[in-house]
């Protein structure tokens, strides 16, 4: 059978998709739910300005965890596997890669920070260690989770990804609030606590009783890094095409305009990567499981696509709908203007969600070059669009241009990647939520008409029309009969046990 045959095979029973949903979705919205309850804080306290400086400095942060450590923790989800009967050798090399790879990142990003703090991005500059340290630590926790997911741990991986949310946002606010109102004391307890994580979750794993100096490898650090580098870069372009027209909005039009379109960015993308990475963590270690055994993934696709467009196309049309309450109500008053970006960066997360399902191929096959060429095109894209459009439109031409990068992101994955088919595509699924979400946006703009209703409460009541409009419709159409009788099926059995 050829690779594509092998990865297009039908049939949609015992992929084990929608368990892994359930099994992994609480752990996708812990973060979301505690960035969105300290981002109002953040936008009052810090303001328009300050709040732009401080999104510039943690996406700096991501990017070099991007670079320089996060092929570790992809290497880590791949590589546990094959490498099960060897585990000295395995978590021996992958704390081996995190040292190596942190040096890397000392020794050649240091000598940039005086030129970083005579340009219009002296922020970064000014803020370089907190930049590295973030990334470090950051790049721990990760690498932990990652072997949780690998080893089919849901409820640990949630707890990693809780205490992590709680760091990164409960924490680091704290830090904001208690001891001075800046950046400074905001990245200093978020680091803290990050480190925490890590030890916690690297001990959680078993790590520290697998470390031998004597297995150390630099073939297997060759193996890790053929595999992840290409990855990293790729994981790179994907923050460029999604917020890093932050770097071209700042330097165009300073921290004021970037903290406007830093807040609709951060907002703006949230409900739709919560359907997205919920399908995708549980989908990865059963799409490498299943090619492991030489068994077809097309219908563990099938199966994520189904749940993703179920929650994500109705999450994206509520946006558009109230796209100015949302944003006038979560960051404040002054960030209202900004919600055009909301909407279009969630259109752009959309195609970039979907785009993750057509490169699940790709992925298993460890071609993971390929995955990186396709990335940087559609990044350079993307902050080549924003440099020529922003100076002459402002910052909301920087999203235009992430959609227009997320497409050709998405087409070029339905090219190389897992080709789109009836096997893999559920083309029917698609159109009656298509039909839900129809219905669902007349609800919601007939109660807009009818209701007098302003800031939260009128917030609250599009919300709450959308979702029991969208519930009814969809269960009307009988979309979700399957998993109803899934349901009854077990609690039958759980009834039976307990007789």
Do not use: C
Not at 261 to 269: L, P, Q
Not at 278 to 304: C, N, T
């Amino acid at each position: 059978m050829t690779d594509d045959g092998k990865a297009a095979g039908g049939g949609r029973r015992g992929t084990g998709a929608a368990g892994a949903l359930l099994r992994y979705a609480p752990s996708r919205f812990a973060e979301p739910a505690l960035s969105l309850l300290a981002l109002p804080v953040l936008t009052r306290t810090l303001g328009t300005e300050g709040y732009g400086v401080l999104a510039v400095v943690l996406l700096s942060a991501g990017m070099v965890r991007n670079v320089f450590m996060e092929w570790v923790s992809t290497s880590a989800l791949r590589f546990r596997t094959p490498m099960a009967g060897d585990l000295d050798r395995f978590h021996t090399n992958l704390a081996a890669s995190l040292l190596l790879a942190g040096a890397a990142a000392v020794l050649l990003l240091v000598p940039l920070r005086g030129v970083l703090v005579d340009t219009r991005l002296a922020v970064v500059g000014l803020y370089f260690w907190w930049v590295l340290a973030d990334a470090a630590v950051s790049a721990g926790a990760l690498t932990g989770e990652a072997v949780l997911r690998a080893t089919h741990r849901p409820v640990a991986f949630t707890v990693s990804r809780g205490l992590q949310a709680a760091s990164r946002h409960l924490l680091a606010l704290a830090g904001l609030l208690i001891l001075a109102r800046g950046i400074d004391s905001y990245m200093a307890f978020r680091v803290a606590g990050l480190a925490l994580v890590g030890l916690w979750s690297w001990r959680t794993i078993g790590a520290f009783g697998h470390l031998r100096p004597a297995r150390f490898s630099w073939a297997t650090q060759r193996e890790l890094l053929v595999f992840g580098l290409p990855l990293a870069v790729s994981l790179l372009t994907n923050t460029l095409r999604m917020m890093g027209n932050q770097y071209v909005v700042l330097w165009i039009e300073g921290p004021e305009g970037n903290g406007l379109f830093a807040a609709a960015a951060n907002i703006g993308i949230a409900p739709v990567r919560i359907f997205q990475q919920i399908v995708m963590l549980g989908l990865y270690p059963l799409a490498i499981d299943a090619w492991e055994r030489q068994e077809s993934i097309g219908p563990i696709v099938r199966d994520g696509l189904r749940y993703y467009l179920l929650g994500a196309v109705p999450a994206l049309a509520g946006i558009a709908l109230l796209a100015r309450p949302i944003l006038g109500t979560v960051a404040g008053a002054e960030f209202a203007p900004a919600a055009p970006v909301l909407v279009l960066l969630s259109i752009s997360m959309f195609a970039y969600g979907l785009s993750q399902y057509f490169s699940m191929l790709l992925m298993v096959r460890k071609e993971t070059t390929r995955l990186a060429v396709i990335g940087l095109v559609a990044g350079g894209l993307n902050l080549g669009l924003s440099a020529v459009l922003v100076a002459r439109y402002g910052y909301v031409a920087a999203a235009a241009a992430a959609v227009v990068a997320n497409v050709l992101l998405l087409a070029a994955t339905m090219v190389w990647g897992l080709r789109p088919s009836r096997e893999t595509v559920p083309y029917g699924l698609a159109g009656r939520v298509a039909l839900a979400t129809a219905i669902m946006a007349a609800a919601v703009l007939l109660v807009g008409r009818l209701s007098a209703l302003d800031g939260v409460p009128g917030l609250v009541a599009g919300v709450a029309t959308g979702v029991v409009a969208y519930g009814a419709a969809i269960v009307a159409l009988g979309e979700l009969r399957g998993e109803w009788r899934a349901a009854r099926r077990r609690w039958a059995q759980l009834r039976g046990r307990d007789a």
